[in-house]
């Protein structure tokens, strides 16, 4: 099995890298691996955030003193008011309503602390920006958590 790593395609001057096939298979020629590009084109695009989830968590935090409260009370009601906008009956929070927070071992919250906590003074923003940001920090937690889960069953899958 080639060994990853850097190639030049042969003639076309584009540049790539070598990995092995996800399966466990093996890479029998040099037209079989995968050109990665190192481009711009090739980086992580954000999407927006969604509207319905920064109105959730608008909504929780605009109920409470936000800008008083721990960056870990307002991450895990973040959590909470997000899988209250998602669930199977999704109901918004009624402004002034209390929210039941999210554990605090949820690996959500423990993302969601670290966006706080990343140089940004959060609590200068206004509630809807920082509403916005815990939204799409969350919605990239979340999508790492699906890649590691992806990944796993990948290395734990039996060669064929």
Not at 57 to 81: E, F, K, M, N, P
Not at 84 to 113: F, I, N, T
Request: charged share 20%.
């Amino acid at each position: 099995m080639p060994a990853a790593g850097r190639f030049a395609a042969a003639g076309t001057g584009e540049e790539g890298v070598r990995t092995p096939r996800p399966r466990g298979g093996v890479v029998a020629s040099p037209e079989e691996v995968v050109a990665i590009p190192h481009g711009p084109a090739a980086s992580a695009r954000p999407l927006p955030p969604d509207p319905a989830l920064v109105d959730a968590v608008q909504a929780a935090l605009g109920s409470y003193a936000w800008r008083s409260l721990t960056a870990t009370v307002v991450a895990a009601l973040s959590v909470a008011a997000a899988d209250r906008a998602r669930g199977p009956h999704p109901s918004a929070v009624q402004p002034g309503a209390v929210l039941a927070a999210a554990v605090r071992d949820d690996d959500r919250v423990a993302a969601l602390v670290h966006e706080l906590g990343s140089g940004v003074r959060w609590r200068e923003l206004t509630l809807r920006g920082v509403a916005r940001r815990l939204v799409v920090a969350l919605a990239a937690a979340e999508e790492r958590s699906l890649w590691l889960d992806l990944e796993l069953a990948w290395l734990l899958e039996p060669p064929a």
